[in-house]
């Protein structure tokens, strides 16, 4: 059965690089049909969509974040990673990935991140 | 951006009843969308994709209705364990979900 796993630090500093992988166990990341995804999900607040990535490289980025996101996937690992540059207290959240074809099917138990100084 | 609205925010319902709740967008978005549970502390689960289609190892007493911009997921007969808070979501163009419907006993 396909599970996913976010891990990282559980706190940045403001103006500093967030990241997070998330391994993938009992499947393939290299799937021809499958994106991987990461979403967010702010303290007591609704979803937002990050960004999703295939296997082969082709990535999608939420317009309100591409400037500081970058995805990838690590094929060898079976490992989808995250950066997110310059966070601000904003940015607190819980990070989850996700395996996506057009809708969300299967998802990692998230990960919290705070931002304080 | 299409964005999605919810309503009510807040059900209130007993278990045993039926729950309707209500999902409206922007603007089309054809049969591509999908409603979520989630649970405190747990992850997003999917429930109905396409509008109308159940997951896999959905119960039956979830269905999901609606085109263009008007959806509706039904719960015909409230569990315990439905009670939680759901989310719509669109995939026309970017993902984007709606702020959700609170289901409280």
């Known amino acids: 059965q396909l599970q996913l796993q976010e891990s990282g630090p559980g706190l940045v500093r403001p103006s500093e690089t967030l990241s997070l992988t998330c391994t993938v166990s009992?499947?393939?990341?290299?799937?021809?049909?499958?994106?991987w995804a990461w979403v967010r999900q702010p303290p007591g607040r609704g979803l937002e969509w990050i960004g999703s990535m295939s296997y082969s490289g082709s990535t999608y980025y939420n317009p309100s974040l591409k400037t500081r996101i970058t995805i990838f996937v690590d094929t060898a690992k079976n490992q989808l990673s995250l950066r997110l540059y310059s966070v601000t207290a904003a940015d607190t959240a819980v990070y989850y990935c996700?395996?996506?074809?057009?809708?969300?099917?299967?998802w990692g138990p998230g990960a919290l991140v705070g931002v304080f100084s | 951006e299409i964005v999605l609205t919810q309503s009510p925010a807040t059900l209130s319902l007993s278990p045993g009843e039926r729950a309707t709740l209500s999902c409206r967008a922007s603007?089309?978005?054809?049969?591509?969308l999908a409603w979520f549970q989630q649970k405190p502390g747990q992850a997003p689960r999917l429930l109905i994709y396409?509008?109308?289609n159940r997951a896999t190892g959905i119960p039956a007493r979830f269905s999901g209705s609606g085109s263009g911009t008007d959806f509706t997921l039904t719960i015909s007969s409230l569990e315990p364990e439905d009670f939680a808070v759901y989310y719509c979501?669109?995939?026309?163009?970017?993902?984007?979900f709606g702020q959700g419907t609170r289901l409280e006993i």
């Open positions: 996700a395996r996506f074809y057009w809708y969300f099917d299967v």
């Open positions: 979501q669109q995939r026309s163009n970017w993902p984007t």
């Open positions: 603007q089309s978005v054809s049969s591509y």
């Open positions: 396409d509008a109308s």
């Open positions: 009992g499947g393939s990341i290299s799937s021809d049909t499958y994106y």
